[in-house]
Structure formats: C-alpha cells, structure tokens
C-alpha cells in the first residue's frame, strides 16, 4: 500500500495543511457582498476599503496555497498565510471576542 500511494502522500499532506484556506477563499468568493458588508458594518471603513480588504484577504489565501500546493516559493507562501491570520485576527475582532478564546482554549485543554 505504501509504495503505490507514497508518492501522493506528500500532495495529500499539503492539501491538508492549507484545506482551511482554502475553503476560506473560496468561501469569500461566494460570499462576496456579505464579507465586505461585514467588514464596512463593523469598521466603518466604507465600500472600496472594505472590498480592497476582502480581496487582499482572497488573494492572499488563493495564491498561498496555490505556491504551497505547487511546492514554489513554500516559505513565503507559508509567511503570507500566517499574514493573514493576524490580519483576520484583528479585522474580525477575534482577539477580543471573549466567548470565541473561551471556547478556543477549552478546545485545546481536550486535546491535551
């Protein structure tokens, strides 16, 4: 089994890694309008900045995992995803959000 499928492994692994990025990307795409209404809603930023934002954040997700994926530039891509989880952590108020780290830290106490 592991002869025939060791050399797929390695993209399985990968795809794995970024699945959720991914998923976010696409799911920007598809939910265009109520990204950037969240976003003008919540910082009152207006409708061009609140689209430049979404976009960047698309971008930024859809091409960081195409370079992780296609296994070119990984460092920077791996940098520019950890980019945009801080720039999603302050944009959408994670950081503060009390029920959100409340339930993010009994998460990670279960899995110890």
Known sequence: FLRVTKQYLPHVARLCLISTFLEDGIRMWFQWSEQRDYIDTTWNCGYLLASSFVFLNLLGQLTGCVLVLSRNFVQYACFGLFG?????????????????????????????
């Open 84 to 112: 945009i989880i801080a720039l999603q952590t302050i944009a959408y108020s994670i950081l503060w959000d009390l029920k959100f780290l409340m339930r993010l830290s009994r998460t990670s106490w279960a899995q110890l």
